[in-house]
């Protein structure tokens, strides 16, 4: 196993690492493409329990923490695929002619932070509850995803994806400078500059440090949207008012933000205003992923609506998504709400699906058990006739047609059945590019030809090959977690690489 050192201070070690590109940290000598099936990646400190009480956003500790260790990590052996049969019987023997039907990515919560946004929170970041409040690596949230991008291109050249499916939270905080910037980023690339306010330069000079312009690569297959909290909602909780709105274009932040116009980018009240930050409702979100390249699966139907519902085919395939919007847009709330005019939409979908003879994919930001009557602790309402996780899973398994939903918004992996009326639909949530072990998923979908579906779910690492603000990402990112200050996020060998055999539906 080759093990990783840090060599310095986050940005003071960054123009050393790319002036030297085989030095320890710089990720240069690591894997072009990181399957975890093949290789893993192990950090060398314990997390430890209770938190580290230095917070490792502030500038003046993270040097101590990345000093101890805290960010190191080393390369270890792959994990092998767990095999997982639903209703516990044998694994069925192959049929005659199994075929691959699907092959995508699932890439839930980038996360795409402006951490200079005014409506930021970071003074109240503490281990828990508001752990997501500031990450070390939000500063090199644009990095962090263009390295994921560039790792599934190159997924893509060895074995080809069909597309990405997005799992929400693609933005962090519902601004129009961080929808820009994860547009361009999953879309064409070219030239991108992932900074607000003045135009800052931590280190002098060019492509060294993350507030710099860089050439993003662009994904080489489409990409289809899903809707999170973080995108249509203040920092993933507050409803978009023309209040908020006002406050988002301001320099004020009456909670803290970052200046990376003072060095080490200290937490302030001022900076410098701007008004590409400012917040977007769920329905100007959608407007402007309509005007992107096609709509990524949104349409004038969806702007229309303010709901991001809709459904896409793979060709010459019986499958179907059905994409389902699960965010409080417009009561506020970081937790699930589907209201009963989703719900019918909901229906409306599955119905046609079945009479179209379909095989459905379901995938939203929230998983089941994340739904809620209110939104969540700072929902304005308390609305009845909302749909509880008890009367989706009962809904969704009805249809003989529902196979699997993919999910995020939790950050970690995590296999779960949804079980009713008699049969099972399996949900697949995927962690986070934003926060440890910062992963995706290659999913494949097999028509066994044996009566059984099967689903191949395999976690990926972004790869930090030549890409030195990359690696400095993961290195803080590990430093989050290793020092407790993360959420945990624990996942099981059964939650990551897995060969998921489910009964084939009657139909087609």
């Known amino acids: 196993m080759s093990s990783r050192r840090h060599i310095r201070h986050p ?40 938190a580290d009480p230095r917070n490792p956003t502030r500038p003046d500790t993270q040097q101590q923490l990345i000093d101890e260790g805290f960010g190191d990590y080393t390369f270890g052996p792959g994990e092998p695929h767990q095999m997982i049969v639903v209703g516990g019987a ?26 200079e946004a005014v409506t930021r929170v970071v003074f109240i970041d503490a281990p828990g509850i508001s752990s997501s409040s500031s990450r070390p690596q939000d500063t090199y949230g644009c990095h ?11 997924v893509h ?69 899903v809707m999170g909290n973080h995108d249509v909602l203040i920092q993933g909780n507050f409803a978009v008012t023309e209040e908020q709105k006002a406050t988002s274009v301001g320099g ?37 992923v309509v005007a992107h390249d096609g709509g ?17 085919d793979v060709p010459g395939t019986p499958i179907r998504f059905v994409i389902i919007d699960t965010t409080a847009a417009a009561t506020g709330g970081a937790e699930g709400l589907l209201r009963s005019s989703d719900r019918d939409l909901l229906v409306a979908a599955l119905d046609q699906a079945e009479a179209d003879g379909k095989w459905v994919m379901l995938a939203s930001h929230h998983a089941a058990r994340s ?26 398994t009805s249809y003989e047609n529902v196979l699997f939903s993919f999910v995020g918004h939790s950050h970690q992996h995590r296999i779960a059945e949804l079980t009713g009326n008699g049969r099972v639909v399996v949900e697949v949530m995927t962690a986070a590019v934003a926060d440890f072990p910062h992963q995706s998923r290659i ?59 489910l009964p084939a539906p009657s139909t087609p």
């Open 157 to 225: 050249g060895r074995d080809a994806l069909d597309f990405v499916l997005l799992g929400g939270d693609n933005i962090d905080n519902a601004q129009t400078n961080e929808l820009a910037w994860a547009l361009q980023l999953l879309g064409d690339g070219g030239t991108i500059e992932c900074d607000s306010g003045v135009d800052n330069d931590p280190i002098p000079g060019p492509q060294n440090d993350p507030k710099d312009p860089f050439e993003a690569v662009g994904l080489d297959v489409p990409f289809y949207w």
């Open 252 to 288: 004020f932040a009456s909670v803290r933000t970052r200046d990376w116009s003072q060095p080490g980018g200290p937490f302030a009240n001022s900076v410098p205003a701007d008004p590409m930050r400012e917040a977007l409702t769920a329905t100007e979100v959608i407007e402007r």
């Open 371 to 396: 739904l809620t009557t209110t939104g969540g602790t700072f929902g304005t309402i308390d609305d009845p006739d909302a749909v509880t996780t008890a009367e989706f899973t009962d809904l969704v």
């Open 11 to 50: 940005f003071a070690a960054l123009s050393l690492a790319l002036a030297t590109p085989l030095c320890a940290g710089c990720g240069s000598d690591g894997p072009l493409v990181q399957l975890t099936d093949e290789v893993t990646i192990v950090p060398l400190t314990a997390r430890v329990s209770p």
């Open 443 to 501: 999913v494949e979908i097999w028509d066994m030809d044996n009566g059984w579906v099967m689903l191949r779910g395999t976690a990926v690492n972004f790869s930090t090959r030549r890409d030195a603000l990359a690696e400095e990402a993961r290195r803080l990112g590990i430093m989050d977690y290793t020092t407790g200050w993360a959420d945990e996020n624990p996942s099981m060998l059964t939650d990551r690489n897995v060969e998921i055999f």
């Open 296 to 312: 990524h699966g949104l349409s004038a139907t969806q702007a229309a609506s303010g709901r991001a519902f809709y459904t896409f």
């Open 90 to 115: 044998p694994r069925p023997a192959d049929g005659p002619s199994p075929r691959r039907l699907a092959r995508f990515a699932h890439m839930p919560d980038l996360q795409l932070a402006d951490d």
């Open 144 to 154: 962090m995803v263009n390295a994921m991008v560039r790792t599934l291109n190159e």
